[in-house]
């Protein structure tokens, strides 16, 4: 094969298969690049929590740091207090959170109501993470917008409203997997076959039950 002669001052052509290799080489580079920005942007975005003062616990109060809240009571929480802003004290019974959505039931003696929040310019990924994160049976003080709803909430006591949350701190945090939780004292035991000490047990630990609580009520 006859060598190829370059002139002086001329550049060498490239081969196909030189030029393939240096196409290849420019898109690995640029992907690297894009990946790079990418992760250099989801730092950013990770450290700005912009709702950091809107959420957490409140740990040991300060007297002079105390604040006097004006609470709403559960049951209070109706499609006639729609668009009001209110605070509400209760215990958590069950969250649940999918990518930008996290919701919880908020529950006081046996009325609860549904309590939702969505990603946001006010509320940030990491305190959706916090909400979703806090244990059953914690108590929160809750600051949100009442909401009327199209569709019943067949799950909670308060079907025709949610609260849009606005601010969540937690009041007082429970063990994060507690020995026994209500749905457990709410079940019947699979066997009528019972001793005395599994009887008294059962006792007090179903008076904590919604259902019990309504029996209590009806009575008193």
């Known amino acids: 094969m ?5 002139q002086e001052g ?13 196409a290849k080489k420019a898109q690995k ?8 920005g990418n992760q250099q942007q989801s730092a950013s975005e990770e450290q700005e929590d912009y709702s950091k003062d809107f959420y957490g616990s409140y ?23 729609a668009t009001k802003d209110i605070w509400v004290r209760g215990r958590v019974h069950t969250t649940r959170s999918k ?13 609860t109501v ?8 006010k509320i940030s990924k990491q305190m959706l993470k916090f909400v979703s994160s806090i244990s059953k049976e914690s108590i929160v003080d809750v600051y949100a917008t009442i909401n009327k709803v199209e569709n019943p909430i067949e799950s909670c006591t ?11 701190f937690v009041v007082s945090s429970s063990a994060p997997k507690l020995p026994l939780q209500i749905e457990d004292a709410s079940r019947r035991a699979p066997t009528d076959e019972e001793s005395p000490t599994s009887r008294r047990i059962s006792w007090q630990l179903s008076t904590w039950t919604p259902d019990s609580t309504i029996v209590f009520s009806i009575f008193a």
């Open 2 to 6: 006859a060598d190829v002669l370059v």
């Open 29 to 36: 580079a640029s992907k690297a690049a894009e990946k790079g």
């Open 158 to 168: 308060q079907k025709d409203v949610e609260l849009l949350a606005q601010q969540v």
């Open 99 to 111: 990518g930008k959505n996290c919701f919880l039931v908020l529950r006081q003696g046996v009325y």
């Open 114 to 121: 549904q309590v939702a929040m969505f990603m946001n310019e």
């Open 59 to 81: 740990g040991l109060v300060n007297s002079k740091e105390k604040k006097e809240l004006n609470f709403l009571r559960v049951k209070e929480v109706t499609a006639a207090n």
């Open 10 to 22: 001329e550049e060498p052509k490239l081969s196909k298969k030189e030029l393939n290799k240096l």
